[in-house]
């Protein structure tokens, strides 16, 4: 009788604080699955911090899903009436949809090309889990970011703006932190 042998991966458990972690002055992104492991889609923590609007925005060819673990993030998953280029949070769908109030246990599906955003208006940190597919598009967005973000100075908007170009993202409202003095 021959023996079939077949070489799988082993899986992976994560203890809580656990993975790569890329911390900016904006936020704090920990990846916990990366596109190292799977073909489905890279699973993040963020740390959210108080006063941090991402802006809407729309990826081209990624799926996100957004999980909130704790603390109150305000969250857009629609294509507006019309895209201003100023306040997402005034925004609103076809149908009616408004950007809601999302806390522990919210969940938000983003499809490709669906604008979306979040911001945290409360003085708390708030937690999320993001699920970004195809992998490692997010991962190495957030990797050239920080890069960008942890050069000498303030941000260099056209590094970013050719980043968000290269990685199909296109910046619909301006992403504000109560730390660069834009929120």
């Known amino acids: 009788m021959t023996e079939l042998t077949t070489h799988t991966m082993d899986g992976l458990v994560l203890p809580p604080g656990a993975g790569r972690t890329l911390v900016t002055s904006a936020q704090v992104v920990t990846m916990?699955?990366?596109?190292?492991?799977?073909?489905?889609?890279?699973?993040?923590?963020?740390?959210?911090?108080?006063?941090?609007?991402?802006?809407?925005?729309?990826?081209?060819?990624?799926?996100?899903?957004?999980?909130?673990?704790?603390?109150?993030?305000?969250?857009?998953?629609?294509?507006?009436?019309?895209?201003?280029?100023?306040?997402?949070?005034?925004?609103?769908?076809?149908?009616?949809?408004?950007?809601?109030?999302?806390?522990?246990?919210?969940?938000?599906?983003?499809?490709?090309?669906?604008?979306?955003a979040f911001a945290n208006r409360t003085d708390q940190n708030a937690r999320m889990l993001v699920q970004a597919a195809p992998p490692p598009n997010h991962e190495r967005y957030f990797e050239e970011l920080l890069e960008i973000l942890n050069a000498d100075g303030p941000p260099d908007e056209a590094a970013v703006s050719d980043l968000r170009r290269r990685y199909g993202i296109h910046q619909l409202t301006p992403l504000r932190t109560r730390f660069s003095g834009q929120s």
Request: charge should be negative; aromatic fraction near 8%.
């Open 32 to 116: 916990k699955v990366t596109g190292e492991r799977t073909q489905v889609g890279s699973l993040f923590e963020v740390v959210v911090p108080p006063g941090f609007d991402v802006g809407a925005h729309a990826h081209a060819n990624s799926e996100e899903v957004f999980y909130v673990l704790e603390g109150e993030l305000e969250i857009l998953a629609f294509e507006p009436r019309e895209r201003t280029p100023d306040n997402w949070q005034r925004w609103e769908s076809r149908s009616g949809a408004r950007p809601v109030r999302a806390t522990a246990g919210s969940v938000a599906h983003v499809p490709p090309g669906c604008p979306h």
